[in-house]
T-cell receptor
Framework: GIQVEQSPPDLILQEGANSTLRCNFSDSVNNLQWFHQNPWGQLINLFYIPSGTKQNGRLSATTVATERYSLLYISSSQTTDSGVYFCALMEYGNKLVFGAGTILRVKS | GAVVSQHPSWVICKSGTSVKIECRSLDFQATTMFWYRQFPKQSLMLMATSNEGSKATYEQGVEKDKFLINHASLTLSTLTVTSAHPEDSSFYIC??????????????FGPGTRLTVT
């Protein structure tokens, strides 16, 4: 099956700092998503980004499918950005395979 | 729109008892619902996929007799953990796919249920 690796595993930022999270994947699939899991456990889809670049406010994501990686950029981080960021890809049977996640803590 | 609820949000049960977790799509009909399990500081692992009116498909290593899934209607799926043991303690998350022609990649996630077995 698809292998999904995320880095870094943990990240501590001062409020206002920028960061880049990385997701490497093993197969040339074109259905990558980024999710944010808040401290209470709720997952929210941030981006569906099979290729190219998308932006949504302070967040943007870029996927280079031919090189099997995706990047999530967080600019001017806020304490509300804290939580776990997952990338995930869809495998056969429409099954989502998640990476191990990046735990982000933004300090005020 | 596209809200998924779970009930209860947390539950504590004694070892050997069974506990049922409900997953509801509140404002759409869900063709397919998914059940995930998440241990502390770990990723989500898919347990099973359920389609309305048919038997659930379980992932390798998931005991179907222990984790009973019922998807009796287009808005409700239930997960019953039978004869629970402390190692079943985990965060259980469901997600649902809207049947009304939404893209296949789109899933809506419930808020999760934290199960503690004592």
């Amino acid at each position: 099956g698809i292998q999904v690796e995320q880095s870094p595993p943990d990240l501590i930022l001062q409020e206002g700092a920028n960061s880049t999270l990385r997701c490497n994947f093993s197969d040339s699939v074109n259905n990558l998503q980024w999710f944010h899991q808040n401290p209470w456990g709720q997952l929210i889809n941030l981006f569906y980004i099979p290729s190219g670049t998308k932006q949504n406010g302070r967040l943007s994501a870029t996927t280079v499918a031919t090189e099997r990686y995706s990047l999530l950029y967080i600019s001017s981080s806020q304490t509300t950005d804290s939580g776990v960021y997952f990338c995930a890809l869809m495998e056969y049977g429409n099954k989502l395979v998640f990476g191990a996640g990046t735990i982000l803590r933004v300090k005020s | 729109g596209a809200v998924v609820s779970q009930h209860p949000s947390w539950v504590i049960c004694k070892s050997g008892t069974s506990v049922k977790i409900e997953c509801r799509s509140l404002d759409f009909q869900a063709t397919t619902m998914f059940w995930y399990r998440q241990f502390p500081k770990q990723s989500l692992m898919l347990m099973a996929t359920s389609n309305e009116g048919s038997k659930a498909t379980y992932e390798q290593g998931v005991e179907k007799d222990k984790f009973l899934i019922n998807h009796a209607s287009l808005t409700l799926s239930t997960l019953t953990v039978t004869s629970a043991h402390p190692e079943d303690s985990s965060f259980y998350i469901c997600s649902a796919r809207d049947r009304s022609g939404r893209p296949l990649w789109e899933q809506y996630f419930g808020p999760g249920t934290r199960l503690t077995v004592t």
